[in-house]
């Protein structure tokens, strides 16, 4: 079963407006990692926070964490059309986890220009 | 450099056959992660090596086999096939051996099971 729960599951906009995600996840983790996939394609790494941060940036993406609600979001500022893709969210689950990363269901974000 | 490479990228089998799905990881990244996604239940975990070593595994029946190689190249292997084995399969690599490693993932291979 999917550890993370992701809100909206779609989501449609216009270019150069704001999009935000949310993930849960259920129990501790080290790390969480959000992932963008375009359609039938693998999965592109986006980000990554660890559980001791509580907000990070890379390019137009801010991620937070709460660690006591056991939540996230993910921002896309001013949305391009390239940016229609299913967005997704990953934990670790604490301990050792060798590869395995529990995934959210998934945010479906379409950019309209 | 190159990125993860699978083969093939799209399989049709019928019920009762096996398969063997091929992945290359990133050069100089020796583990190799493999998962399965369905529309219904999303992105799974299947299992983890480094180093030809099996170090993680998900819950999959036993008919879900993987190996890897001194190269780190590494095979998963799916015997008699259920329909329900219809999906998108991923491998992904990672450069570091522990936690905090980015996933990278090839483009999949897509089995059809008819």
């Known amino acids: 079963s999917q550890q993370g729960e992701e809100d909206p599951q779609a989501l449609s906009i216009q270019e150069g407006e704001n999009a935000t995600m949310n993930c849960s996840y259920k129990?501790?983790?080290?790390?969480l990692q959000w992932y963008r996939q375009n359609s039938g394609r693998g999965l592109v790494h986006l980000i990554l926070?660890?559980?001791?941060?509580r907000e990070k940036h890379s390019g137009r993406l801010r991620v937070t964490l709460d660690t006591s609600k056991k939540s996230s979001s993910l921002l896309i500022t001013a949305s391009r059309a390239a940016d229609t893709a299913s967005y997704f969210c990953?934990?670790?689950?604490?301990?050792?986890?060798?590869?395995?990363?529990?995934f959210g269901q998934g945010t479906i974000l379409t950019v309209h220009p | 450099k190159a990125g993860v490479t699978q083969t093939p990228r799209y399989l049709i089998k019928t019920r009762g056959q096996q398969v063997t799905l091929s992945c290359s990881p990133i050069?100089?990244?020796?583990?190799v992660s493999w998962y399965q996604q369905t529309p219904g239940q999303g992105l799974q975990f299947l299992f983890e090596?480094?180093?030809?070593?099996?170090?993680n595994k998900g819950n999959f029946p036993g008919r879900f086999s993987g190996r890897q190689f001194s190269n780190s190249r590494s095979e998963m292997n799916v015997s008699t096939l259920e329909l329900g084995d219809s999906a998108l399969y991923l491998c992904?690599?990672?450069?570091?051996?522990?936690?905090?490693?980015?996933?990278?993932f090839g483009n999949g291979t897509r089995l059809t099971v008819t």
């Open positions: 992904a690599s990672s450069r570091l051996q522990g936690q905090n490693s980015p996933l990278h």
């Open positions: 129990t501790s983790i080290n790390n």
């Open positions: 926070i660890r559980s001791n941060e």
């Open positions: 990953a934990t670790d689950g604490g301990g050792t986890s060798y590869g395995k990363l529990t």
């Open positions: 050069s100089g990244h020796r583990s």
């Open positions: 090596y480094f180093s030809e070593t099996q170090r």
